[in-house]
């Protein structure tokens, strides 16, 4: 499959200050990228879809002045989590597929921690 | 996000025995289904996935597709304890993926 990566894998950071996290398709020319929020013992979120060269679609009650995705590229995508606060600790996973296509590969995850 | 049900667990089986984990999705229009494994700290990895009824083996592991019933299930035959992990199943409509709570699987040695 392909490979995906993340940056940073952990970061902690103060209130109120923005956070940004990167994706990269590093071997697959992703047309759609997909943000996902863990929290403990619970199961992925989709937050939002990004294709490239457009307005990420946000799912319900997810903040998108909050969370800023862009995809400007078909290799990298971006997530800030803008203001950040302590309930926004959780771990954020990307994920790229392509076009129509039916799987998706999944980043390595960046796991944040607001105090 | 309710669109897939599964059982949290966790599943205890023995060393050397079939898990049988199941899922079941609310949107009829679900045309692919995914099950994923998860490690504690570590990002889903894909099994695989199956989009017709019936049943595709590879390896250890067995698909099951009912969409009739709206139910999928995965079997590990000879479960090991490097199986223990958590179980995620994923469906796919309109080129979105959502998935279950998982199911948290202990393999006993």
């Known amino acids: 499959g392909a490979v995906v990566s993340q940056h940073p894998s952990r970061v902690i950071c103060k209130s109120g200050t923005s956070v940004k996290i990167e994706c990269r398709s590093l071997d697959f020319q992703a047309t759609t990228m997909f943000w996902y929020r863990q929290f403990p013992k619970k199961s992925l979120m989709l937050m939002a879809t990004s294709n490239e060269g457009s307005k990420a679609t946000y799912e319900q009650g997810v903040e998108k002045d909050k969370f800023l995705i862009n995809h400007a590229s078909l290799t990298l995508s971006t997530l800030t989590v803008t203001s950040a606060h302590p309930e926004d600790s959780s771990f954020y996973i990307c994920?790229?597929?392509?076009?129509?296509?039916?799987?998706?590969?999944f980043g390595p995850g960046t796991r944040l921690t607001v105090l | 996000q309710k669109e897939v049900e599964q059982n949290s667990g966790p599943l205890s089986v023995p060393e050397g025995a079939i898990a049988s984990l199941n899922c079941t999705y609310s949107?009829?229009?679900?045309?692919?289904f995914f099950w994923y494994r998860q490690y504690s700290g570590k990002s889903p990895e894909l099994i695989m996935f199956?989009?017709?009824?019936g049943d595709k083996e590879d390896g250890r592991f067995t698909a099951q597709l009912n969409k009739a019933s709206q139910y999928v299930s995965l079997l590990i035959r000879d479960s090991q304890p490097s199986d223990s992990a958590t179980y995620l199943c994923a469906v796919n409509p309109f080129n979105k993926f959502y998935f279950g709570s998982g199911t948290k699987l202990n393999v006993k040695p």
């Open positions: 994920s790229a597929g392509s076009l129509g296509g039916n799987e998706q590969f």
């Open positions: 949107d009829r229009g679900s045309q692919s």
């Open positions: 199956i989009y017709s009824n």
